[in-house]
């Protein structure tokens, strides 16, 4: 018998090593040219560091590497680009040295620290008629095969219900396959500002709209959901997937709460998501700056669209 038991060990692992490759899901892949973006929010923040020293000047050398190698990818910038209030001097000093070197591939959306100076008039200033001020700061775009929304987050009262009209009438409009949505303020997070149910009427409106990407920032962390349905119940099948890339240069913050459906989350590096936007799907991986963390933290996965 105990000449016999290796012999059983080693079938054994054989075979649960075969079972697990057999069950294992194959890793999604697409065909043809992606269009591909770099997303990151919390940008600016000169307030302690000259801009060639800041966080913005590490992960601004991310974005202008992946745009330099690929003429057709773009930046997308998630709010709060300077700090603390938005000045045009904050703009002109800290943000132009570092990301501003990409502005015009760039598609931002506003922050509240924006709107800490009146109107935001640093935000409109800078980006001009792409910032779409006239209409409350949010537009649409395409980008490939795939319908981009950026919403104006820190609207409330009348201006809110407007973008929320707004809003559906562009979904309606644009009954594209795959659609990617862009704000400030997450609906739901673990980090230190929590989640914001005043953002629920724009979830719920995206969500009904089909939308498989939604993009936020606001807390200083990485953090990635699981594909939710309208009341952020894990619905892969029609759910939507929310990212949170508040790690765009600005003083990392703590993760303090542990909402439901997070999959992965992250305080300990500054970086960038990348998405490669396929005509029917998605990879996504986040860039971190390699100097801050070793070994840095990085995250990698696929989607399909609905």
């Known amino acids: 018998m105990r000449s016999s038991l290796p012999r059983f060990l080693s079938r054994l692992t054989a075979l649960l090593a075969l079972s697990a490759c057999a069950s294992a899901p194959k890793p999604l892949s697409f065909d043809g040219k ?8 919390d940008i600016a923040d000169c307030r302690y560091r000259w801009a060639k020293d800041s966080g913005a000047a590490a992960t601004a050398m991310l974005v202008s590497a992946g745009l330099a190698a690929d003429p057709g990818a773009m930046a997308l910038t998630l709010g709060d680009h300077t700090y603390p209030v938005g000045l045009p001097v ?9 990301w501003g070197q990409f502005r015009e591939r760039t598609l931002p959306v506003p922050g509240n620290h924006e709107y800490y100076t009146a109107g935001a008039p640093g935000y409109y200033t800078y980006f001009g008629a792409r910032a779409a001020q006239e209409q409350g700061g949010y537009y649409s775009v395409q980008l490939g095969k795939w319908h981009a929304i950026v919403l104006n987050s820190t609207l409330r ?19 594209t396959p ?4 862009m704000l400030h303020h997450p609906r739901y997070s673990s980090g230190g500002h929590a989640s914001n149910p005043a953002m629920d009427p724009l979830w719920q409106a995206l969500v009904a709209g089909g939308v498989e990407l939604l993009l936020s920032a606001h807390d200083h962390n990485y953090e990635r959901f699981a594909p939710q349905d309208a009341a952020g119940r894990h619905d892969d099948a029609l759910g939507m997937r929310q990212f949170v890339v508040g790690t765009g240069g600005a003083m990392l913050t703590p ?9 992965v989350k992250d305080n ?5 998501l990348r998405l490669d936007l396929f005509d029917t799907g998605y ?7 390699a100097s801050e963390a070793s070994p840095p933290f990085t995250d990698r996965g696929a989607g399909t669209c609905h």
Request: hydrophobic share 40%.
């Open 268 to 272: 300990s590096v500054h970086g960038v």
């Open 255 to 263: 993760v303090r709460l542990d909402r439901a459906n997070s999959e």
């Open 178 to 181: 795959c659609t990617l949505a």
């Open 157 to 175: 009262g009348t201006a809110a219900e407007r973008q929320l009209d707004w809003l559906r009438n562009d979904l309606a409009r644009h009954a």
């Open 34 to 41: 992606p269009v591909t973006v770099y997303a990151a929010g």
């Open 283 to 289: 990879t996504w991986e986040f860039l971190p700056v």
């Open 90 to 98: 904050e703009f002109n000093d800290c943000y132009a040295p570092t």
